[in-house]
């Protein structure tokens, strides 16, 4: 799958330690930043399926109370083997502009987005 969406490249801890240090030394020191994180609620969800493309991702219930029981998914979902490489594609591209338009630095894993920020700046970051 990454040969398609390309590899998944989630930052690590070092990466974020060295972000909040770098916005510290920036803003003259710890007391100056704020640490801040936000949710993409229901993010997989956000993926529509193409209508040309939902027929690959229909598979039957078994052991249904009602016989034969086929579920079709029109957005991502959840355990989809292909889902942390199609979403990763979306994460870097939010990550790309949310990076054009702060104040501070932000990294993202997955859904979730972690930043440091000046506290004067900060709500503006995050709004």
Not at 40 to 57: E, K, W
Not at 86 to 97: D, G
Not at 118 to 126: N, P, S
């Amino acid at each position: 799958m990454s040969g398609q969406w390309g590899p998944i490249d989630n930052p690590t801890i070092v990466e974020i330690v060295e972000m909040i240090i770098k916005v510290s030394d920036r803003e003259g020191g710890y007391d100056k930043i704020a640490l801040w994180k936000i949710d993409l609620a229901g993010a997989f969800t956000l993926l529509n399926i193409r209508p040309s493309d939902v027929h690959l991702m229909m598979y039957e219930v078994m052991g249904s109370i009602c016989g034969s029981l086929t579920l079709i998914h029109l957005a991502g979902m959840f355990g989809w083997t292909g889902m942390p490489f199609a979403f990763n594609v979306v994460t870097r591209f939010v990550l790309t502009l949310i990076l054009l338009v702060i104040h501070g630095l932000a990294k993202m894993y997955c859904d979730d987005l972690m930043g440091a920020s000046a506290k004067g700046k900060m709500q503006e970051d995050i709004g």
